[in-house]
């Protein structure tokens, strides 16, 4: 600092004690929905532009005293924007939402704002995870409206408990009472039946104005606060269930032998030094010992706070555990009823593998079952085999782990959760935990005495599953039945599993559909996984058309024994062969769904063996195999 007069000094002072406030303001996120043509984009301009005039005129008197302040003023503005959006980006979402940041003598605000357009649904999605209110923007003269029904039923389906219900253009039906009440009287009846508590309705003209930031003249019939007025006072403390305290670890802090502290975001209760706490999964027990911050020490932490928390006991805790209180633990469980919508461009397909991001933790999820997809515009219950872009479906989820979790209506942070493609890592969905299913806690691994190991040697080998993979008439089957006449011949005991001798019986319920192949490998997986558990050595010949199916069998087995060939033919060689005239159908248009044809085949990018079966006749090619089996 430099040297100041008095007048200097009072003016710092003035600056130091604005900024505290300032920086103690509570912050209000809000999301819009509605499409340009209801005048979103005039809101939300008018609503930027005309606060920030405010918000210029009170600063003006500060400025003029401090030049410092109006930088530092900006960079802590800009500290927010950056807050903001990485809770977006911890949840692993980069979607088009512009993230807007203005601030009232009240309130600061973050806005997110979701481009229209087709994949409205899922930006949408996204900005009100983290939202407080949503404000449903409805042109007068056209009322109610589907994606108003779409809309709002995402708003609750999401908790968002708050809807500012913006009634736009009023101008143009001559600020007409009768014309509002009728569009309020609608709306809440729609609230009602989502169970969104809180609506306030405006009649406003974004595009003139009125009700916006002050009341306006021209509607003298309305009481109610401006839209601005609203969300500078509404309460959007939850009054979530007590669940008691909660802290999902995000970060174990060990900078050196004597300390091991837990970090992350308090997301239910409070804590306090001397509280009994459990880890969950592990169920270990504790006792809080400090509560560790930047600025020191505190004796109790609450919902919000970040915070690092030491133990009493050395337990094993990593990113992603759930610390919680002894007293009222959170549930445990991996299998649930979830509300799932689905953001992939490709379809949610049941029985393919998924991670799932809950809380800090990440898993992975299969859904087992769509017990129905929901008509997001009339909310009919609807049969469904797979979940499109922008569906929303009622799904059972079994993850690979349990997890601790609370139901999304009483927590978000450990009910709210996300489906990520294993081989792209795109996000490709947001669902909501609604409750745990009970049947898994029942079902336990029988343990047998006598073990896979044992069972081979006995057999004088080693178990194995050898995957062979590839187009239809590839060369699959030939191949698998000359590795299994070797084996035999060798004494050894295998057996091949291929789609003739499975698909007439445990999988005669299945089709060529893409869920229905997901399903057909899956089974086929999981038998051959028991198969070696019997000591012996699997040859599995199926299409196998897709890499997460592929890369779920190998996840069945330990490291090693699972050995995937790929049988590799070009489609026109498999064609020109066309051992059984398929895709002489195939190309007429008599077998739909063919793979190679009109449904798509995906090479393994790194499998064990790979057989070039137009380099190599069969016989070389099965000794391959075999070499590389007992070599
Ligand atoms: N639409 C379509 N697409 C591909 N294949 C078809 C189809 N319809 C019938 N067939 C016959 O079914 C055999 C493939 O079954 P798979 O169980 O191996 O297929 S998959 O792994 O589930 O994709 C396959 O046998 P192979 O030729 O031995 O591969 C075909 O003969
Ligand atoms: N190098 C090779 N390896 C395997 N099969 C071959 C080879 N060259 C030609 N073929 C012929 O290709 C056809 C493959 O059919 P099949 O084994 O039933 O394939 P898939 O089981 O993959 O559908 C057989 O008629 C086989 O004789």
Not at 191 to 210: M, N, R, T, Y
Not at 569 to 582: F, I, M, N, S, Y
Request: glycine share 8%; hydrophobic share 40%.
């Amino acid at each position: 600092m430099g040297v100041h007069d008095n007048g200097t000094q009072d003016a710092a002072a003035a600056v130091a004690a604005y900024l505290e406030q300032h920086e103690k303001k509570g912050l209000l996120r809000f999301i819009t929905c509605g499409s340009v043509d209801d005048g979103k984009s005039t809101l939300i301009g008018r609503l930027l532009h005309d606060t920030k005039r405010l918000f210029d005129d009170q600063l003006a008197a500060l400025e003029s005293d401090s030049r410092r302040h109006g930088t530092q003023n900006g960079e802590i503005d800009f500290a927010l924007l950056v807050d903001g959006l990485s809770a977006e980006r911890e949840q692993g979402i980069t979607i088009d939402v512009a993230y807007r940041f203005f601030s009232t003598e009240q309130r600061k605000f973050i806005v997110a704002d979701c481009p229209g357009h087709e994949q409205y649904t899922r930006n949408m999605a996204t900005g009100a995870s983290t939202a407080d209110v949503a404000v449903v923007l409805v042109d007068a003269r056209k009322g109610l409206l589907t994606q108003t029904h779409r809309h709002s039923y995402i708003v609750s389906l999401l908790g968002i408990r708050h809807v500012l219900l913006a009634v736009n253009k009023m101008d143009l039906v001559d600020y007409d009472p009768g014309v509002f009440d009728a569009i309020v009287e609608g709306y809440r009846a729609l609230a009602a039946d989502l169970g969104i508590e809180h609506v306030q309705a405006v009649p406003l003209s974004a595009l003139k104005g009125d009700n916006l930031i002050e009341r306006s003249a021209a509607m003298p019939w309305y009481e109610g606060p401006s839209a601005l007025e609203y969300l500078e006072s509404v309460d959007v403390s939850r009054t979530d269930r007590d669940i008691g305290f909660r802290l999902p670890v995000q970060w174990v802090n060990r900078p050196h032998q004597d300390f091991r502290g837990f970090a992350g975001t308090v997301c239910a209760g409070e804590v306090r030094p001397g509280d009994a706490v459990v880890t969950l999964p592990s169920g270990r027990r504790s006792q809080v010992a400090r509560i560790v911050t930047a600025d020191g020490d505190l004796d109790r932490a609450v919902a919000g706070q970040a915070v690092t928390l030491t133990l009493d006991d050395e337990l094993d805790i990593s990113r992603g555990d759930v610390i919680a209180s002894a007293s009222q633990p959170a549930e445990v469980s991996d299998q649930f009823s979830a509300h799932v919508l689905w953001m992939g461009e490709q379809a949610l397909l049941p029985g393919r593998p998924y991670w799932l991001k809950i809380g800090a933790r990440q898993v992975s999820a299969t859904v087992t079952e769509i017990k129905h997809k929901v008509d997001v515009n009339t909310r009919d219950e609807l049969a469904a085999k797979h979940l499109a872009l922008n569906e929303v479906g009622v799904c059972n989820l079994h993850l690979d782990q349990p997890v601790a979790f609370e139901a999304y209506a009483d927590n978000r942070s450990l009910g709210g959760f996300i489906l990520i493609d294993r081989i792209s890592n795109a996000t490709v969905a947001a669902g909501t935990l609604d409750f745990a299913l009970r049947r898994a806690a029942n079902i336990h691994w029988q343990h047998v005495d006598v073990d896979k190991t044992a069972r081979a040697a006995s057999k004088g080998q080693v178990a194995r599953c050898v995957w062979f993979t590839g187009l239809s008439g590839s060369g699959k089957s030939t191949i698998a039945n000359l590795v299994d006449k070797r084996l035999h011949a060798l004494g050894h005991h295998a057996f091949v599993l291929d789609g003739d001798n499975v698909r007439h019986g445990l999988n005669k319920d299945l089709g060529f559909t893409d869920e229905d192949r997901v399903e057909n490998i899956r089974r086929v997986a999981e038998v051959s996984r028991l198969m070696t558990d019997a000591g012996l050595i699997v040859l599995v010949s199926f299409i196998s058309p897709f890499r997460a199916e592929r890369r779920l069998a190998r996840e069945l087995f330990a490291e090693g024994e699972f050995i995937e060939v790929h049988v590799d033919t070009p489609l026109e060689v498999a064609e020109q062969r066309d051992v059984k005239g398929l895709y002489a159908k195939a190309r007429a248009g008599k077998i739909p769904n063919f793979t190679g044809i009109d449904s798509p085949y995906e090479a393994p990018e790194a499998a064990e063996l790979t057989l070039d079966t137009v380099a190599e006749d069969a016989e070389a090619l099965a000794q391959r195999v075999i070499d590389r089996l007992l070599g």
